[in-house]
């Protein structure tokens, strides 16, 4: 069984602080990850992907992946309340997203 | 707006009853799946489609049926809903090449078997 794991939380942040999400992944032939948000009652929403090892940037949000250890993360500098949701992180299995099983974030303002 | 549309949002079913949930994207995506979202339990891969014509099962694919109808249409089916099947269930689409990289997901139906 090809498993991603996620913390489910809640972590909690002030708001104006950097939330740090983290995900483990099983499947060493995964090439590609994502992080989506997911509103309570909503659909989940991409955020970004990355498949190079290192770090990629998009505004306040950066993902970071280390393919030895398996390990991504997702960092949300200047946390806002609105940034408050499940954060759903994802591994491309060669046909289909294999889903963690989502972190809860609270930023308290 | 482009996107995925479900439907119908809302379902409530009786055990033993048949139903067909619908899903239509007008992305030009050759790729569509229905997971389900169950409390505790993350997103679950049920069916995918890789391209028209093509159907695979996923994780959790008992009790359901699915088909391809195009390329744009891909249609999940109970034949008889259990109390187990309650559930959000999620279609989505994807291409996987450029800035398109990943899912778009449509807005979900809820369904309780009763």
């Known amino acids: 069984q090809k498993e991603v794991e996620q913390n489910s939380g809640p972590l909690s942040v002030p708001e104006g602080a950097i939330a740090s999400l983290n995900c483990t992944y099983s499947d060493r032939g995964s090439q590609s990850f994502f992080w989506y948000r997911q509103y309570s009652g909503k659909s989940p929403e991409l955020i970004m992907f990355i498949y190079s090892n290192g770090d990629k940037e998009d505004g306040r949000f950066t993902a970071q992946l280390n393919k030895a250890s398996q390990y991504v993360s997702l960092l949300i500098r200047d946390s806002q309340p609105s940034d408050s949701a499940t954060y759903l992180c994802?591994?491309?299995?060669?046909?289909?997203?294999?889903f963690g099983k989502g972190t809860s974030l609270l930023v308290t303002p | 707006n482009a996107g995925v549309t479900q439907t119908p949002k809302f379902q409530v079913l009786k055990t033993g009853q048949s139903m067909t949930l619908q899903c239509a994207q007008d992305?030009?995506?050759?790729?569509m799946y229905w997971y389900r979202q169950d409390p505790g339990m993350g997103l679950r891969l049920i069916y995918y489609s890789a391209s028209e014509g093509t159907t695979d099962k996923g994780e959790v694919p008992n009790g359901y049926n699915v088909s391809r109808l195009n390329k744009r249409e891909f249609s999940l089916r109970l034949e008889s809903a259990a109390p187990s099947q309650t559930s959000v269930y999620f279609c989505a689409s994807s291409e996987w090449r450029g800035s398109n990289y990943g899912y778009t997901f449509g807005s979900g139906t809820r369904l309780t078997v009763v």
């Open positions: 992305m030009n995506h050759n790729s």
């Open positions: 994802a591994a491309d299995s060669g046909y289909a997203l294999n």
